[in-house]
């Protein structure tokens, strides 16, 4: 998935195009990513666009717009090459400024779909790691260790309560979920408590 937003800039027989790749983790955010980039350039000619919302490749979650251009010159080649470019979750918008050079339909393709390529060349990303939200119990005496269990394994803590025993609220990574839990119950003696929230 992207780690962050990336913009390139080409131009190609006086027309500029500005292409922007984001994270999308549902058409519902890739929709109003849409609605941004529209907003930030609201005098362009065309912000055309398409999106791939779930899994690298996967075409459970994806949709297009030529936003005028002739039909099937922009937002399908946009999308092919982001269902191809190995990241899923994602969302790229290419606004266009005419330059009163006429591309042609092979042209508009060649030129949306280059703009996407060159933003995923330069995006950074990162693997997406699904977590298991968990509560953690134990006694003051093994805090320190279990902190170590923590960092070691990239649990996310999201909250501590300090009580008659100590409470965190975690998100561990899905595959690690078995794993996590037996360490615990090792660095406790079994009296730690690891559930499900």
């Known amino acids: 998935m992207p780690a962050h937003t990336r913009r390139v800039q080409e131009t190609i027989q006086?027309?500029?195009?500005?292409?922007?790749v984001s994270h999308a983790p549902g058409s519902a955010v890739a929709l109003q990513c849409v609605k941004q980039i529209k907003?930030?350039?609201?005098?362009?000619?065309?912000?055309?666009w398409a999106?791939?919302?779930?899994?690298?490749?996967?075409?459970?979650?994806?949709?297009?717009?030529?936003?005028?251009?002739p039909h099937n010159t922009a937002g399908k080649p946009m999308?092919?090459?982001l269902l191809h470019g190995g990241v899923g979750e994602i969302v790229a918008v290419c606004t266009r400024y005419y330059g009163g050079v006429k591309l042609g339909t092979g042209g508009l393709s060649r030129a949306y779909s280059s703009g996407v390529k060159l933003a995923l060349d330069?995006?950074?990303?990162?693997?997406?790691?699904?977590?298991v939200d968990v509560e953690v119990v134990t006694g003051y005496e093994t805090v320190g260790e279990l902190r170590s269990i923590m960092t070691e394994m990239e649990v996310i803590v999201e909250g501590e309560e300090y009580g008659e025993r100590v409470q965190f609220r975690c998100a561990?990574?899905?595959?690690?979920?078995?794993?996590?839990s037996a360490a615990v119950a090792d660095?406790?003696?079994?009296?730690g408590q690891v559930t499900r929230r």
């Open 14 to 20: 006086r027309s500029r195009f500005i292409t922007t």
């Open 39 to 48: 907003q930030e350039f609201p005098d362009a000619t065309h912000n055309c």
């Open 51 to 69: 999106y791939a919302a779930g899994p690298p490749g996967s075409t459970s979650q994806v949709g297009l717009s030529d936003d005028g251009e």
């Open 79 to 81: 999308l092919t090459v």
């Open 122 to 131: 330069a995006l950074p990303t990162e693997p997406k790691i699904d977590r």
């Open 172 to 180: 561990v990574p899905g595959v690690a979920f078995e794993g996590f």
């Open 187 to 191: 660095a406790t003696s079994g009296t």
